[in-house]
């Protein structure tokens, strides 16, 4: 099976995403699962993992609904409050979930990069092996150095690394984003999504050349056994559509073997993930 590993839904209202500024309009409508399938389709796509955008409990179970009534949906990341002293009976809860895949927190849009480290959330991160569920990483470059300290705090967490970790693109830097990935592949417990990449780069001028050296990297690093393709709908429509996305990822892993492309495409995530079909 082909999968996104990654994408959004969510009925838009401007204060439940007010990160959507002006130049996000194409952003502040609904998007929903009728929506994805069309584009699923055309690209065949098989099945998706549903990511959290809100952290609400709300979206969680939103998420969970639409997994339970649309058979491509194959599993969700959603949110809990892990810093919460009262987390464990939450997760509780939902530990008959079986869709309930993983739990994310937007860490990129904390104010201080080493809000990763803190205590509180910490102790609820390490509770999340004992539900089989992993967690994904969600940060800027710039947040790196503190997320391999945190990595290597739970070496028995599944942890997956969002976005291969949002590079200064647009700036056309890679260091210390560099460095730091090859460091944080060095962890086994980590692997990383190709997602979200042509966001990081200038959303109207961008180049598919910006952005090869950046998934050569993560590719180089994290190697096909370690990385799984995501489309970051409808987020990355900020600055490429979904097939166009897919197109450029099946090119890039298009000198791979047949067996890559297919842990690439869609074994990873399965794996990882504990998808069923």
């Given amino acids: 099976m082909k999968i996104d590993s990654h994408h959004h839904f969510w009925k838009y209202d401007p204060q439940t ?121 969600l940060i800027y470059e710039r947040q790196l150095g503190p997320s391999i300290q945190f990595v290597d705090r739970h070496p028995d967490q599944a942890f997956v690394l969002d976005h291969i970790a949002k590079p200064r693109i647009r700036d056309s830097v890679n260091e210390p984003w560099k460095t730091q990935m090859y460091e944080i592949a060095k962890r086994e417990n980590v692997t990383c999504k190709l997602s979200g990449i042509a966001t990081e780069a200038n959303w109207n001028e961008w180049k598919k050349e910006d952005l090869i050296p950046f998934m050569d990297i ?6 096909p056994d370690r990385i799984m393709f995501g489309s970051d709908w409808p987020v990355a429509r900020l600055a490429i559509e979904y097939g166009s996305w897919v197109e450029i990822c099946r090119e890039f892993i298009s000198k791979l073997s047949y067996k890559e492309r297919n842990l690439i495409e869609g074994e990873v995530a399965t794996q990882v993930y504990g998808l069923r079909h």
């Fill in 218 to 223: 993560a590719l180089d690093a994290f190697g």
């Fill in 17 to 137: 995403y007010s990160w959507m500024n002006q130049e996000m309009e194409i952003l502040k409508v609904d998007y929903q699962p009728s929506d994805l399938k069309k584009e699923i389709s055309a690209a065949e796509i098989d099945g998706v993992v549903s990511v959290q955008a809100d952290q609400s409990l709300r979206e969680t179970a939103d998420l969970l609904n639409h997994a339970r009534v649309n058979d491509f949906i194959l599993g969700v990341v959603g949110w809990l409050p892990l810093a919460d002293a009262n987390v464990r009976d939450l997760m509780d809860k939902y530990s008959d979930c079986s869709l309930l895949k993983g739990i994310r927190h937007v860490v990129q849009d904390e104010p201080n990069d080493n809000f990763i480290l803190g205590e509180e959330f910490n102790r609820g991160v390490s509770l999340l092996k004992e539900y089989n569920w992993t967690y994904d990483i």
